[in-house]
Each structure stands twice: as structure tokens, then as C-alpha cells.
């Protein structure tokens, strides 16, 4: 028998709706902008005046970092200059003429610095090591110096929420501080001051921009090639967080600007010595025994049980 009459035919691949595909673009960029707007005004990051150095290293949070920068350059009540500055570290294979022709075509001021850290960090840090504090340690004081030939008031990273989440976590289980990179900093020389607009920006959303903008992306054959690192295995964490736990990572990050000191064992940042009763209730005051009824009702919303705010 002819096996024609069984075959089940295949349906043709849907095509992907241009219209469509141009709105969720328009979308992303509305709120991508919108977010970055929000971190440079919340932390004011950037003043009238200010000569912003953006640091592109060819990857996609860095192009972006420039693209919104460039879009809220034209849309902001205050003036201020952008100039890109690129880090040849003269990684084997570096596709050298990419940015300049990217940021030729796009009518920005840019600097090419070379420098080969890559054989300097190939030469001190052993095989399978962590390369990334060398390589950052390097990259920095190049960037530092180029900043005050260039009269640069900021210099702006292209470092993320995830980013910043990953750090935390870093130094929690790692270095035993409470810390991460904050969206704003005075440089550790104390001459510049380094700015992280993409704060409030989740990694996914710069992933679809990227793809959607078709920045010609440039990858990493140092820190970016190392899969053991421990960055990378806890943003594997994360977003397995985010994925079993919805919300988990937005609770997570709003805690990292909603800090109570007196709630922590910092002496530095709390005067234990000088706590006293005052005979006057305290907002944030020890519930002793009590329950935190605010913080179960909120864990039982997380767990898919919610609970009334009061109990009787």
C-alpha cells in the first residue's frame, strides 16, 4: 500500500509579523529608556555639564548602555556630552575595525586605546584560574587615565541589575559583606566617578535589544570564555530563582534599597552602645516574640498561600 495516504503533512512555519515584531521593539526601547531615565535621576548620575565616557567593550549591555544614552541625550532637559572609549586588549582574533565603524556610522566622538593586557594576564594568572580581577585591575587604571585625557566628568559601565544581584551574592557567600556595585561611586583613586545607568535593567531585556538592534557584537576570549566562574554559576541560581520562584529576584533587588541598619550587626552603621528604652514605641523596634506579620504574610504570597495582613 501507498504510505501517501497515512502521511501527515507537515503545516508550514508561521511567519513572523514585521508589525508585530517593530511594536514589541518600540515597546522595549520605551521601557528600557524609561528605566535608565529613572537610575540616572534617583542617583543623580548625571549633571548639566557632565562629558560622559561610555566604556564599550563590544558586548551587547555596553552597546546598549550607548544606544539609550544617546537617545536620552537628545530627549533630556540637560546638556551633556558623550564620548565612547574602547579597550583593544589585543585579544587574538579582535575584530578591530568593528567599533570604529560602528561608532563612525553613528556619528559619535570615540577613543581606541591599545593596550595588551591579554598577554599579561596570560602570563600571570596559571591555566584554569580566574582572570577576571587582574584583567579588571588592568582595563580600570587604562580607563582611569584616558578619562582625565579626555576631561571625562563620568565614566558609565555597562553593568545591570542581574549584575548587580550576582555581586551581592558574591560577597555573601564569598567575602562575608553585605555589598554590591552601587549605581554610583567615587573611583578608587578618588579622581572620577563611575556610573551604572543600566541598574534598574534586566539581562533578558538587553538580550532582546541586542538581537533586535543588531549590534555587532564582539565576544570575550578571556573572563567571557571561563564557564567555572563563580559569577556565572550564581546567576545560574538566580534565575533558577526566578524561575521557581516568581518575584523572588525583584524582592531580592528592592531589599538592596531598603536597608535597616538597626536591624543588621553593623557597629559601624549603629550605635548599639547608646540603645535605650525610651518608653516610646519604636516603628522599627524588636517585635520580640511576636511575629512579623507583614514579612509571613508576604513569604505566604510567594509560596502561592496568601494570608490577611491582621490575625485576630
Known amino acids: 500500500m501507498d504510505d501517501t495516504s497515512t502521511r501527515i503533512e507537515t503545516p508550514p512555519a508561521r511567519m513572523r509579523d514585521p508589525r508585530k515584531d517593530e511594536f514589541e521593539t518600540n515597546k522595549l526601547k520605551k521601557r528600557l529608556r524609561r528605566q535608565v531615565g529613572q537610575a540616572i535621576g534617583d542617583f543623580a548620575m548625571i549633571e548639566p555639564g557632565d562629558r560622559v565616557m ?4 563590544g558586548g551587547k549591555d555596553s552597546y546598549a548602555l550607548l544606544d539609550i544614552l544617546l537617545s536620552l541625550q537628545d530627549r533630556a532637559p540637560l546638556r551633556f556630552d558623550i564620548v565612547a572609549v574602547n579597550l583593544d586588549q589585543k585579544q587574538p582574533g579582535f575584530p578591530a575595525d568593528v567599533l570604529p565603524r560602528y561608532l563612525s556610522e553613528r556619528g559619535v566622538p570615540f577613543r581606541i586605546v591599545e593596550q595588551d593586557t591579554y598577554s ?7 591555566e584554569g584560574r580566574t582572570m577576571c580581577s587582574l584583567c579588571s585591575r588592568l582595563r580600570r587604571g587604562a580607563l582611569y587615565r584616558v578619562a582625565g585625557e579626555l576631561g571625562a566628568t563620568k565614566i558609565a559601565l555597562g553593568h545591570h541589575r542581574d549584575d548587580l544581584l550576582a555581586t551581592f551574592f558574591l560577597n555573601l557567600f564569598f567575602g562575608g559583606k553585605l555589598k554590591t556595585m552601587p549605581p554610583k561611586l567615587v573611583s578608587d583613586d578618588g ?3 563611575v556610573i551604572r545607568p543600566l541598574a534598574y535593567v534586566r539581562e533578558r531585556d538587553l538580550t532582546r535589544y541586542a538581537d533586535a538592534m543588531q549590534f555587532p557584537l564582539i565576544p570575550c576570549t578571556l573572563c567571557g570564555s571561563q564557564e567555572t ?4 554559576q550564581v546567576s545560574t541560581m538566580l534565575r533558577a530563582w526566578e524561575k521557581q520562584f516568581p518575584g523572588r529576584i525583584e524582592s531580592i533587588f528592592n531589599a538592596l534599597g531598603n536597608v535597616v541598619a538597626t536591624h543588621l550587626m553593623d557597629r559601624r552603621l549603629h550605635d548599639f552602645g547608646d540603645v535605650r528604652a525610651t518608653g516610646r514605641p519604636h516603628d522599627d523596634g524588636d517585635l520580640a516574640f511576636d511575629v512579623d506579620v507583614a514579612l509571613e504574610a508576604a513569604a505566604e504570597i510567594f509560596a502561592g498561600t496568601p494570608l490577611p495582613l491582621h490575625r485576630e
Open 120 to 126: 599579561v594576564v596570560k602570563r600571570v594568572i596559571p
Open 54 to 57: 561610555v566604556c564599550l567593550s
Open 229 to 232: 566562574l563563580q559569577r556565572k
Open 191 to 193: 579622581r572620577h566617578v
